[in-house]
């Protein structure tokens, strides 16, 4: 009996060393968010809410090990005493790891981690945390050190006359946190705004809810179940689409409004397409709809203020995954926490994705040159192989670039990066166009990487105070204006702007660029909790500029990546006169040109995340298991009525089943079909 309670008080003692050493992993977090990211935080959030929850989750994770510790102990004394300190030192870990990376991030690290490789995971760390990052280095060696002192000084402390004390008080938070599991983590709802949603929360708790709570939908149906499912699907499109095959599901006759044929003007002539996909380039920094006092992307306002721009577009993930299947073929979510882009090779082709059309083979087949440039790795995402798919003509990624002319390590200290800064993307495809004289029409992606984390491609002048001051200054703006954002990033947003500009400026000394059209967007929204709102993560800018434009506008319509490729189809058979297939299978419903704000689409976001919106469906949203409805300022109220809620539920648990169904089993796309039927019509 006395061996137990030496047990039980020495045990004690290390759960609650380990409680106060997690506080000041949390000191040091909210230390770096008031002091370097400008958040606003109070008493309450971090001891009602964010120490609260770290010290419940670690009283039960210290339960869990309970008793094969006690096992232990008593099988060795000493064994155990070492077991149990290396345990709570591993926790600590995990605790201050998840807390980096928010900090880094802007984000909770969650079961999407699994998805990634040992060696993407190695290269990820190896560039994040490079010199930008060296004060967590120092916190986590400064913590570690702590850690082994603390726990090294606690083998004798059972001995001190409140040992008793710590052990009663140990039993009583135990009960206490028997009671209260479920309280581990909060909804939205129970927080001021999303920022404190994501500070507030205990970040394991996060983690292991993503992973055994993700919502996904059971596993089996049968073909009855499934066919109700795809006739409850397809009646949801009925107003807009001609839906004729239920093995198929998404095949349908769909003749989309020509929204954007009024603004261009007519010609026989193909015109050239050129979208560039902006690395984080954010609706909360750029364009009109913005969390700060004034946009800081001038060039890229300007294309805009002459041509076609939504304030109110929306990704349709969080991540960089998403951003070309969307955008270039309208699809479906994909299956995983990682998108349609990352689906393991395990549909019932041979192929790595389902087969899928794109505006890559449509353009293919009306002569169109296709051509891809990035400058990070060829095949991270899996692009390499979905540009394979889709049969595109030139792909230069990373390792073809001319390495004479561009070098990837510009900055003097010549820390780790993704690959090579967009100036250089820009010009190396430009390089590669003139060199093997790409003829028109042709089809070019640019996809760019400057501002991306850790923020170390731009020029070294785009760094410095000077410039940075006289920049704001030129724009109306001073530090004060944006101190949210930390000056490298707003470096690497001022660069990424200017090397736009380059690309633009070196175009049109080229042939082909009044017959040439424009899609600039962000890939994702970078996360820099400028808003309180719950969208950050999305909400992009959309430009459509273009010589061939006959008037400017602004729409404030409500729509996605997934709408983009309808209306350009239409656009290109209607005033261009290109042949496009008579059937589709895009989820989009085509770009929203309302002046006013409209939300009436269905808008997929990421179906498994936990701190993110899921789903949007009119002008409501999906968070968690809570639906909120939301207004012209993405302001959000919390849907009560059951009905509004069941009706919600129904049409997204409904697309998940489509999704998944569709994905698994390779019946997106019928490429022998498609072969058959082209509309032409000719301007």
Not at 262 to 283: C, D, G, M, Q, R
Not at 324 to 349: A, H
Request: contains cysteine; charged residues 20%.
């Amino acid at each position: 009996m006395e061996k137990l309670k030496i047990f039980l008080i020495d045990y004690s003692i290390v759960v609650f060393l380990t409680i106060l050493l997690n506080i000041v992993i949390r000191i040091f977090e909210f230390v770096y968010l008031i002091q370097i990211k400008y958040e606003e935080v109070n008493f309450d959030l971090f001891f009602s809410k964010s120490i609260n929850f770290d010290s419940l989750f670690i009283i039960l994770f210290s339960l869990f090990f309970l008793a094969p510790l006690l096992l232990l102990y008593f099988y060795s004394f000493r064994l155990g005493k070492v077991i149990t300190r290396i345990l709570f030192s591993f926790l600590l870990v995990v605790f201050l790891i998840f807390s980096e990376y928010f900090l880094i991030n802007n984000a909770l690290l969650s079961n999407s981690l699994f998805d990634f490789s040992i060696g993407e995971v190695f290269s990820i760390v190896l560039i994040e945390l490079s010199l930008n990052r060296i004060e967590f280095i120092v916190f986590f060696i400064f913590l570690m050190l702590l850690a082994v002192f603390v726990f090294i000084k606690s083998v004798n402390l059972n001995r001190f006359k409140n040992a008793k004390f710590i052990l009663a008080l140990y039993l009583g938070l135990s009960v206490v946190g028997l009671l209260n599991y479920q309280f581990t983590f909060k909804a939205l709802r129970f927080f001021d705004n999303y920022n404190h949603f994501l500070i507030g929360n205990s970040k394991p708790v996060f983690f292991l809810k993503s992973y055994f709570d993700s919502f996904e939908v059971k596993s089996f149906y049968s073909q009855q179940e499934i066919k109700e499912q795809i006739v409850e699907f397809q009646s949801y499109y009925k107003n807009n689409k001609t839906f004729e095959d239920l093995n198929y599901p998404l095949i349908n006759r769909s003749n989309y409004d020509n929204v954007l044929g009024p603004f261009f003007n007519h010609s026989k002539i193909k015109p050239n397409i050129v979208i560039i996909v902006s690395e984080s380039l954010s609706a909360s920094f750029s364009g009109n709809n913005l969390a700060i006092k004034g946009s800081i992307t001038p060039f890229t306002d300007s294309l805009a203020n002459n041509g076609l721009s939504w304030d109110n577009f929306f990704s349709n993930a969080e991540r960089s995954y998403g951003v070309l299947p969307n955008l270039l073929s309208s699809l479906l979510t994909g299956v995983g926490s990682r998108g349609f882009i990352n689906m393991e090779k395990d549909t019932s082709s041979n192929l790595r994705f389902p087969q899928h059309n794109s505006l890559y083979n449509i353009l293919k087949k009306n002569n169109y040159i296709t051509s891809y440039f990035y400058g990070g790795s060829g095949n991270f995402d899996h692009v390499g192989e979905f540009m394979d798919q889709n049969l595109v003509d030139n792909r230069i990624t990373l390792s073809r670039f001319d390495t004479v002319k561009y070098f990837r390590y510009k900055r003097k200290n010549a820390e780790p990066v993704w690959g090579f800064n967009d100036k250089d993307v820009y010009s190396q495809g430009i390089d590669y166009m003139d060199d093997n004289q790409i003829k028109q029409p042709y089809f070019s992606v640019f996809q760019t990487l400057s501002n991306h984390s850790p923020y170390n491609l731009s020029d070294d002048k785009y760094y410095t105070d000077e410039y940075l001051i006289l920049k704001l200054k030129s724009l109306g703006l001073n530090f004060n204006d944006v101190k949210k954002i930390e000056r490298k990033i707003l470096a690497s947003i001022f660069y990424a702007d200017d090397a736009l500009k380059h690309l633009i400026t070196e175009l049109k000394k080229r042939d082909g660029f009044e017959n040439t059209i424009f899609i600039i967007t962000g890939d994702h929204a970078v996360d820099l909790n400028l808003n309180d709102d719950i969208f950050e993560n999305y909400r992009v800018p959309l430009v459509i500029y273009s010589p061939l434009l006959k008037e400017a506008k602004t729409f404030k319509g409500v729509c996605s990546h997934i709408d983009v490729l309808p209306s350009l189809l239409s656009l290109l058979n209607r005033n261009y006169g290109l042949d496009v297939p008579l059937k589709n299978h895009w989820l989009g419903m085509g770009l929203d040109t309302n002046a006013t704000f409209v939300a009436n689409r269905f808008i997929p976001l990421n179906l498994n995340a936990l701190d993110m919106p899921n789903a949007i469906i009119n002008n409501k949203v999906l968070f968690g298991k809570a639906i909120y409805s939301f207004d012209k300022e993405f302001k959000t109220t919390k849907v009560s009525d059951s009905l509004e809620r069941l009706n919600f539920l129904k049409r997204y648990n409904n697309y998940k089943i489509i999704n998944k169904y569709c994905c698994k089993n390779n019946l997106i796309w019928n490429n022998l079909d498609s072969l058959k039927n082209t509309l032409s019509q000719s301007p």
